[in-house]
């Protein structure tokens, strides 16, 4: 334990120093202008940064597979449906557009009860429940993102160019009138969540020696892919989809931290996920003269760590 809490800290360390260079490194124009907005970008990537390291830790844990992330049951697939079809009924001039308050609210609403429905249709308590989930949800997901092409094929041009800022994650243009309604509906996740952990440890164990220790196997694992849901709803209703970083960071954080412990794997997981978003923004602004955006960078990286992370798996099983 204190070797991982060494970690930890170094792991703190390095989001400080990351955090730190992203909010004073170069400011150009009014410190007093420039600052704030800096600190409204850094507070935007740490919430979204935490709740898709969180949501990916306990998803996997109920799945048993560090492979899957909740973007595998069609969430982040949604909110693009939501979006486009909003653009394709509507118009850019539409109050939901406009209003980014109705539009998160619109955005969230429709992912949750998407999941519920998911959920209640096809969660059942029976020998496989998970895996007819996630097949059902990866199905699902591929179904929302052909009826996402196929209206964006056809749509007007410049509702279009329009439509593709949102559907790409990007911290530059954060709607940080939101940031509140995020850090409340977020904070209220991570207390519910912190409920569970306890239960989390012995559901890692696997379904018979939960329910063997007395675990409500099967309430648990419903608490937790709803939850999961609202932590990416949340997150990518505030800056879009970033579909690659639960992935990233929650495999790292498997490798680099030894321990069980939810409590210990979410808190570096968080970490690293921080490290990942603060770092690569820097990187976008200074390095690259944002010619690129963060998203791209990580679904790079993500991509390539996935195939390593399946080579890996495929040489297990041989």
Do not use: C
């Not at 909003?86 to 429709?110: H, K």
């Not at 429905?117 to 990866?138: E, V, W």
């Not at 968080?270 to 390095?287: D, E, M, N, P, W």
């Amino acid at each position: 334990m204190r070797k991982n809490s060494t970690k930890l800290i170094i792991l703190g360390v390095i989001a400080l120093i990351f955090m730190a260079l992203f909010a004073f490194y170069n400011i150009q124009g009014g410190f007093s202008y420039a600052f704030p907005k800096r600190l409204e970008r850094l507070a935007a990537m740490v919430i979204t940064g935490t709740a898709i390291a969180y949501a990916t830790v306990i998803f996997q844990t109920v799945t048993h597979n560090r492979l899957l992330t909740p973007s595998v049951m069609g969430i982040d697939s949604m909110y693009q449906v939501v979006q486009t079809v909003i653009y394709f009924t509507a118009g850019s001039a539409s109050v939901f557009v406009v209003s980014r308050y109705l539009n998160f609210s619109v955005s969230i609403i429709a992912m949750v009860i998407f999941a519920l429905i998911l959920y209640r249709f096809l969660f059942r308590a029976d020998k496989y429940p998970i895996f007819l989930l996630l097949l059902a949800g990866m199905i699902i997901g591929t179904l929302l993102g052909s009826l996402v092409t196929f209206m964006q094929v056809i749509i007007d041009p410049v509702e279009y160019e329009s439509l593709q800022a949102r559907l790409f994650a990007s911290f530059m243009n954060v709607k940080t009138e939101l940031l509140l309604i995020a850090i409340v509906i977020l904070g209220l996740a991570f207390l519910y969540g912190s409920r569970l952990l306890r239960d989390l440890n012995v559901v890692s164990l696997g379904r018979d020696n939960a329910i063997n220790l007395g675990v409500n196997y099967d309430r648990i694992v419903l608490q937790v892919l709803i939850l999961s849901s609202v932590l990416i709803a949340t997150s990518t209703a505030l800056v879009g989809p970033v579909t690659f970083l639960g992935l990233i960071v929650a495999n790292v954080a498997y490798q680099y931290l030894d321990t069980y412990k939810h409590s210990v794997l979410i808190v570096g997981a968080s970490l690293i996920s921080i490290i990942a978003l603060v770092g690569g923004q820097f990187l976008v602004q200074h390095v690259f003269h944002l010619n690129t955006t963060i998203s791209v960078i990580i679904n790079f990286v993500g991509g390539i760590y996935f195939i390593y992370l399946l080579l890996k798996e495929s040489r297990k099983a041989e």
